[in-house]
Structures are given as C-alpha cells and as structure tokens.
C-alpha cells in the first residue's frame, strides 16, 4: 500500500484514503510515505463503506455493531497517524464526540431529499452531515446522473451554506 500511496503522491492530491480495515502497520507505513514525500496531502482511512449495513457486516463476518466497528477503526486510524477518516454521516456525531475536532471527517452517501439512495444504506442530507461536523461530503450521482448537474450542484451548496449559517 505505501508504494501505491508514493506513487499517488506524485499527483499531490488535496486528499488520499486508504482502508482502515488494512491494519494499523500498513496505515502507520502510509503515513510515513506521505511524510516523507512532503506532499501536503492529507490522508484518510475508509472505515465503513455507506451501501453496507449491519446485514452486510455480518456477511463479511464481522459481528460488531455498525456504531461500535466504526469508532474502533476511528481510533485505531488516528492512533496510525492518519489526519482523518471516511465515514456516513450516521456516524459524525459520536465520532466528534469521542474524538474531537482535530481531525477530518469524510462524508460519502450524501443524498439531498429530491435525489434517489441507489445502492446506499446509511445516508443523511448534505445539510445534516454539515450540521453533524463533517468537514468535507461527497456528492456523486445525485449531481451527475441529474436532468441538470448545474442545478442539482447549485441546490447541494445552496444546502451546505444554510447548515453553515
């Protein structure tokens, strides 16, 4: 993984995420690569991904609840170096509670209320997951598979500005 995270490096991305599920050596090794490359990038481990749900948890064999899998791979990420975590916006609330705001926070399955989920489980409003402390959100298709990507973006900021306000 770090050899990949050099060479991503390269590009100088304002953000790069490996998986927390990887383990705290192979984060700590991503760290030091992005150390030691001086690149600025920021990086962030996925902890659970948002199409999953306790019923998939469990068929990767993994029995901890949804909540409790999640903080403990906050934790272990940070303990690794990392300057933030990917996380749904069910999530953000307790993680800021436990953790603090001195790390990033990552929200991927943001779903405006006129947009369809797809194949995401755990998904909250670009609103509320500003509300809750994420500190940046994803917004993929209901932007790009939209009549008028234009609109649909400018409605999502029109939502991160009143949860900013």
Wanted: one cysteine or more.
């Amino acid at each position: 993984m770090s050899s990949a995270v050099a060479s991503a490096l390269k590009a100088k991305p304002l953000l790069l995420n490996v998986h927390a599920l990887s383990g705290p050596e192979a984060m700590s090794k991503c760290v030091k690569t992005a150390e030691s490359a001086k690149a600025g990038t920021k990086l962030i481990a996925v902890t659970i991904l948002t199409s999953y749900d306790e019923a998939e948890l469990n068929k990767v064999n993994i029995k901890t609840p949804m909540d409790k899998t999640v903080v403990k791979l906050c934790k272990v990420s940070l303990k690794s170096g990392m300057d933030g975590v990917v996380a749904s916006a069910m999530e953000i609330s307790t993680l800021r509670w436990k953790f603090g705001k001195d790390f990033l926070i990552v929200t991927p399955g943001i779903r405006p209320k006129w947009a369809v989920k797809n194949d995401q489980k755990r998904i909250a409003t670009p609103y509320k997951a500003i509300k809750d402390g994420a500190d940046y959100i994803v917004v993929g298709r209901p932007i790009l598979l939209a009549d008028d990507p234009l609109k649909a973006a400018k409605m999502v900021i029109k939502e991160i500005k009143e949860a900013l306000a």
